[in-house]
């Protein structure tokens, strides 16, 4: 299928700004390949971490020419849109704030559909069972009643007063709490996560998971990190903790068939903790995206 067939197949997902890339790793000069939306794009940084993304193959619109792609650099990411961006990328205001500790945490690839993943992150229930002594523990399985509002003037979901018990919330933990969080979904494939900080009471650890959307059956998950943590003296270490999160969530979202997520919540069977996971249906079925999903039944 053609670049063109493609975006008006997809408009929502091609006129939206997504992540290909943590900059983190990446060596000024040397030519890195991904996808996005299914098409085969390169790109590089320059010496002043200035990315430069096209598209490559017989996707490249003009034929075999570099077709340089619309990119911003934010969060420690590269963001790209492949059509007319209808909005610009969603802020998170503590990414300005100085004493915070940002970085990628990973970024792995898992065959799955974008929204599978973005709803697993919504997920709370799994904590007990997946995340076993660190994000949960039996017999705290319970998900106690929380509250999500779909804003449709701002086109974000936002899930508040969701409580559960942690043995060990976050790197900084010393003991087990239980943990507030408030989950934020500002974009179809991205979802930020609000966690109270074990080192400051008034504030929140922020914890995203950008999803690059290879295709649609096929992600790379990034862990975007930006907390308060002064105790724990190397960032490998917050990272490591966040990778062994996330490769116990892996399999898991790899086992899910289908991959793509239907977006008739019936299709499913919903139970309460399953609140944000219904919102997130009906909050892509209302924008009209299509990319990864099965639409509803007619
Ligand atoms: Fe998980």
Redesign the pocket.
């Known amino acids: 299928m053609l670049s063109s067939q493609k975006s008006e197949m997809y408009p929502i997902a091609y006129n939206t700004w997504h992540v290909i890339s943590a900059t983190d790793d990446l060596v000024p000069g040397k030519v890195e390949q991904t996808y996005l939306l299914g098409e085969p794009l390169q790109f590089v940084i320059d010496d002043t971490g200035k990315p430069t993304v096209w598209r490559v193959g017989p996707q490249a619109e003009p034929k075999n020419a570099r077709a340089y792609v619309n990119t911003q650099l934010r969060y420690g990411y590269i963001w790209c849109v492949l059509g007319e961006p209808t909005k610009g990328i969603f802020e998170i205001p503590e990414y300005s704030e100085p004493d915070r500790r940002i970085m990628n945490a990973l970024s792995v690839g898992i065959n799955t559909s974008p929204p599978r993943a973005v709803e697993?992150?919504l997920?709370m229930a799994?904590?007990p069972f997946?995340?076993d002594g660190i994000?949960g523990e039996e017999p705290h399985t319970e998900v106690v009643e929380y509250q999500v509002d779909y804003n449709e003037e701002a086109g974000e979901i936002w899930a508040t007063d969701c409580k559960f018990y942690q043995p060990k919330a976050a790197m900084a933990s010393t003991e087990g709490v239980m943990a507030d969080y408030i989950y934020r979904v500002p974009h179809p494939f991205c979802a930020v996560l609000y966690k109270s900080s074990p080192e400051d009471l008034e504030r929140m650890d922020v914890i995203s998971v950008f999803v690059t959307p290879l295709d649609e059956e096929h992600i790379k998950a990034h862990l975007a990190i930006c907390i308060l943590d002064t105790t724990t003296e190397f960032d490998k270490d917050i990272r490591l903790f966040q990778q062994t999160?996330?490769g116990?969530?892996k399999p898991?979202l790899e086992n899910q068939m289908p991959r793509k997520l239907p977006l008739d919540v019936r299709a499913e069977t919903p139970i309460r903790a399953d609140k944000s996971s219904i919102i997130y249906r009906r909050y892509l079925r209302d924008i009209g995206l299509r990319f990864g999903t099965i639409p509803e039944a007619t």
């Open positions: 697993n992150f997920d799994h904590f997946v995340h994000l999160i996330l116990q969530d898991i």
